[in-house]
């Protein structure tokens, strides 16, 4: 199983310093050489940190640099970098040194030019694929919103369609039972009763309202057991 590369603030520190005693910067800007990796980790034991190898010091390194211009290339707050002032001085020893190119590799155009533009790229595709997943979300929402419209549309209808037919039954067992009780006359509906009611017409002898509510309420119990 692989190591894991965890460094505590104190064996980063180290290993900035092993970098700076034995001025590996000029080293490390070229071709990539085991041996000043297995120097720094020789001498980090020499300073009694025996818990890194050569590979996880290449790593630190790469992860160190790598954030380090990043903070410079994007003006993010120095204090986002971890040690960064120990990697400005160690930077600032490099002076004017150049990596040489490696044979048959024609650099036609100066690699921040060439990284710019793969830059302005990789923005323009997230923009547009940004944009588009959000043209996508709109089109699932309103769609979600339609499907939700017609539920509630049929659900309305339906319920509307009980109501009607939980009234018919009710004024037909009404009507039912006050006739065989002697309060309604068998020519007169209870429907038109209830009618005449809710327009501010005298019931009369027919029916007593009082009657009526009573029944409704017994009816609604038993209905509901």
Known sequence: MAKRNVWTPDETKELLSVIKDLNLMKSFGEERNN??????????????????DAFQIEHKWKNLKRAYYKTKRENYLTESCEFFEELEELMSLRGN??????????????????????????????????????????????????????????????????????????????????????????NVTFLEITEQADEGEPVGSIVKKEVVKEFYQTWREEETT
């Open 35 to 52: 041996k000043l990796y297995e120097t720094a980790q020789n001498e980090l034991k020499n300073r009694g940190y025996h818990g890194k």
């Open 97 to 186: 040194f150049t990596p040489k190119p490696k044979e048959g590799i024609k650099r036609t155009k100066p690699v921040l030019e060439s990284f710019d533009i793969l830059l302005a790229k990789i923005t323009k595709a997230e923009k547009e694929n940004n944009e588009e997943f959000t043209r996508k979300e709109k089109d699932l929402i309103d769609y979600q919103f339609e499907l939700y419209t017609q539920d509630e549309r049929q659900s309305t209808s339906k319920l509307s369609q009980l109501l009607a037919k939980n009234m018919e039954d009710f004024c037909a067992r009404s009507q039912q039972v006050l006739v065989e009780e002697g309060l309604l006359a068998s």
